[in-house]
């Protein structure tokens, strides 16, 4: 058996202290203090919302590995389908074997990335794989997992919330670097936020380094419905892990099972909403956020939207944020879509 800490091998650089990281928002002082204040603004919002990286505990980030093996949640093997019949063309245009990082925020289970780095590697290059993930659990799990597919690959592991702060080991001279952000959670964000993390994104990158941006498009209201609303109640479970969460990091005192999982496709906003609908009146100590919450019955809790986008948004986004879109590729049926953009010249300093 096993048994290494989970954290171990992990890079700490902007984790100073920290022994046992569980999740990375709770491990630097800074960090800390600014996710407090994020946590605290966005409670007080109308509607209340959590920010959805709270989704990504351990347990949270096993509960989404369950969802996206549930047959109604199709992104995953949409994306994964797409991915594994593009990998070799996606390599070539985002130079074959001069790829020396491939670099992946929110790296999850990783289970999507190894067609590409098999890619890499036909192609005549020896990638070394950087995880990023703001859960250890996850993070531990990218490992395995890619240690057992492909051994010659080397890992390297960063536990961070790339929302917030984002420190990538060194590339190789004149190498190439690939940033891989999957699994359509750009969609998390509104456009203007999308954007603003794409730039910030685009400043750790050189010129001629690549990102390859994983979208949802906009498809069939009802098999999105069940996509967020699924038979065995795995997303209600994870949605409301949300709680949990948030209560052993501030230590407040919501009661998850109060609260119902509520996850509309909104028509005309093209988007899921995902909520926690209070089934009854209640007050809420928010703990270190020093204040309290009163809920009506059936006042809800904003925990995530999930956008579909069209292939004219996503290009334009990652255009805005200082990629020229080098190529695109959608599903068959049309739900999903990956755009590689290669980074501009930065006008920084000018
Ligand atoms: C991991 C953010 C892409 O938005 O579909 C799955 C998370 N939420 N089921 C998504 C999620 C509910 C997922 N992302």
Not at 89 to 111: F, I, N, P, W
Not at 197 to 210: K, P, T
């Amino acid at each position: 058996m096993q048994r290494r800490s989970p954290a171990r091998g992990v890079r700490r650089a902007l984790l100073p202290g920290a022994r046992s990281p569980r999740t990375a928002t709770l491990v630097s002082l800074d960090a800390e203090s600014a996710a407090l204040r994020e946590l605290r603004e966005a409670l007080s919002r109308s509607p209340r919302e959590i920010p959805s990286k709270y989704f990504y505990d351990d347990a949270g980030s096993a509960l989404f590995e369950q969802i996206t093996r549930l047959p109604e949640y199709f992104p995953t093997a949409t994306e994964r389908a797409l991915l594994e019949a593009r990998a070799a063309a996606l390599v070539e245009s985002a130079g074959g074997r001069k790829l020396t990082d491939v670099v992946e925020l929110g790296s999850g289970a990783a289970s999507k990335t190894v067609a590409l780095l098999d890619a890499a590697l036909a192609a005549g290059g020896r990638p070394k794989y950087v995880a990023v993930d703001i859960s250890a659990h996850a993070l531990q799990r990218t490992k395995e997992i890619l240690a057992a597919a492909r051994p010659e690959i080397p890992v390297e592991q960063v536990l961070a919330d790339y929302t917030q702060a984002l420190q990538l080991p060194p590339k190789p001279a004149g190498g190439r670097r690939l940033v891989l952000f999957l699994g359509g959670t750009i969609g998390n964000d509104e456009d203007e936020a999308a954007v603003k993390f794409l730039s910030r994104v685009r400043e750790h990158m050189e010129q001629d380094d690549l990102l390859l941006l994983g979208a949802n498009l906009i498809t069939d209201p009802a098999a999105l419905h069940l996509a967020y609303n699924d038979a065995q109640g795995i997303t209600a479970a994870f949605n409301r892990n949300v709680l949990r969460n948030v209560n052993s990091f501030v230590r407040s005192n919501f009661a998850a099972e109060k609260f119902a999982h509520y996850a509309p496709y909104i028509l005309e906003k093209r988007r899921i909403e995902m909520w926690l609908v209070a089934r009854e009146a209640m007050e809420v100590d928010l703990g270190r956020l020093g204040s309290t919450v009163r809920l009506a019955r059936g006042e809800g809790i904003r925990t995530e939207i999930s956008r579909r986008f069209t292939r004219e948004q996503v290009l334009r986004m990652i255009d805005s944020a200082g990629f020229t879109p080098e190529r695109w590729i959608e599903s068959p049926d049309a739900r999903f879509g990956l755009a590689l953009g290669v980074a501009r010249a930065s006008l920084r300093g000018i």
